[in-house]
């Protein structure tokens, strides 16, 4: 019992330290859906019809940490208690190191999500820099044997339409093969574990990671999300 008692305090520190900083808000909120499918929260592009979507209303997040990672995670949760599958991107503000991003929130049809997946990039790779607001840094890579430099709140995008390798670290670093696929050739990757996809791998990809450095494939949606969030380096 006592055991419990720990764990149910630490988890109300947590969420109380968190709280402070971040705060999720419904700026217009609809009539909530039950939860279907709690691992969608599919980015929605800014071309793809959304007419005879379910409209569940429009988020903000403010957010007072130094990264960005746990305000997207935590919008994302509040969106999806109230039984949305999918978001369009509105606003990104920074401020004095304070950030807000607003979306909308949908319900979308399996037609739909075809719909928008066509309308999205094709044969594209894409790398982002930390996600630290306050401190700027600089990261260093290796893509097929040359040198490159990212920034951090920065992202670079290139071709993917043949196979890429990837080394991050020195003596003891972390390797990445990624062949393009017939149904999916668009990736993400970041050095710095935010936006981690819950399917690692799953482009047919051969990773290692020592304590030299990591290479993480991130989720798709969280990656199209910071295009807009990022700047272009």
Request: charged share 25%.
């Amino acid at each position: 019992m006592k055991k419990y008692k720990i764990l149910a305090l630490l988890f109300f520190t947590f969420h109380f330290a968190f709280s402070q900083k971040i705060k999720v808000e419904f700026l217009v909120k609809n009539d909530s859906l039950p939860k279907k499918q709690r691992n969608d929260f599919i980015y929605l592009e800014k071309n793809t019809d959304v007419s005879n979507a379910k409209y569940i209303g429009r988020l903000k997040v403010t957010n007072k940490l130094n990264s960005i990672d746990m305000a997207i995670y935590l919008l994302k949760d509040k969106a999806q208690k109230k039984g949305a599958n999918s978001f369009r991107f509105i606003e990104f503000k920074n401020e004095n190191n304070i950030t807000e991003l607003v979306v909308d929130a949908y319900v979308i049809t399996e037609e739909i999500k075809i719909i928008n997946r066509n309308n999205l990039p094709k044969n594209k790779l894409y790398f982002f820099g930390k996600d630290s607001i306050e401190k700027e840094t600089t990261e260093e890579y290796i893509l097929n044997d040359n040198v490159k430099q990212i920034k951090s709140f920065h992202y670079t995008v290139v071709d993917f339409d043949k196979e890429v390798k990837i080394y991050k670290g020195k003596a003891f670093g972390s390797s990445l093969t990624l062949k393009p696929s017939d149904f999916n050739n668009l990736q993400f990757i970041n050095f710095s574990g935010f936006g981690a996809s819950s399917t690692s791998m799953a482009s047919g990809g051969v990773g290692l990671s020592f304590s030299g450095g990591s290479i993480i494939e991130m989720d798709a949606d969280y990656g199209l999300l910071l295009t807009n969030i990022f700047a272009l380096n």
